[in-house]
């Protein structure tokens, strides 16, 4: 969800994406994002009011130490960065609205994530 001001005009937006990954090592995802999202324009920007497709991509980073306790994980672990427990970073791009002639309403979004 975005509710973004700057300059005289706001941009809104919400959604729900289905996020596929592919591990890249044992501490790292790269995942794509495609979903349905709402996304409208007020103030100085061009006017949007639109329902439709969302795209994007991203990578995230683990940063937990996820160990063994007495020869076992806590959960099935397959050595790869989508299935510890603990801290991460996260970094991607969406393309808010894919939709002819609509306004570019890209994001680039980092932050922290908390896996359990």
């Known amino acids: 969800?975005?509710?973004?001001?700057?300059?005289?005009?706001?941009?809104?937006?919400?959604?729900?994406?289905?996020?596929?990954?592919?591990?890249?090592?044992?501490?790292?995802?790269v995942y794509g994002l495609v979903g349905l999202a709402k996304t409208t324009t007020q103030g100085r920007l061009q006017r949007t009011d639109a329902t439709t497709l969302a795209l994007g991509a991203g990578v995230e980073f683990d940063l937990s130490k996820d160990s063994p306790k007495e020869g076992r994980y806590n959960r099935e672990f397959d050595g790869k960065g989508d299935q510890e427990k603990g801290l991460g970073l996260f970094v991607d791009y969406e393309k808010m609205v894919v939709k002819s002639g609509a306004p570019s309403l890209d994001a680039l979004s980092a932050g922290i994530t908390y896996d359990f």
């Open 1 to 29: 969800m975005t509710n973004f001001s700057d300059d005289g005009g706001t941009v809104r937006h919400a959604g729900v994406f289905v996020k596929p990954m592919i591990p890249i090592g044992d501490k790292s995802n």
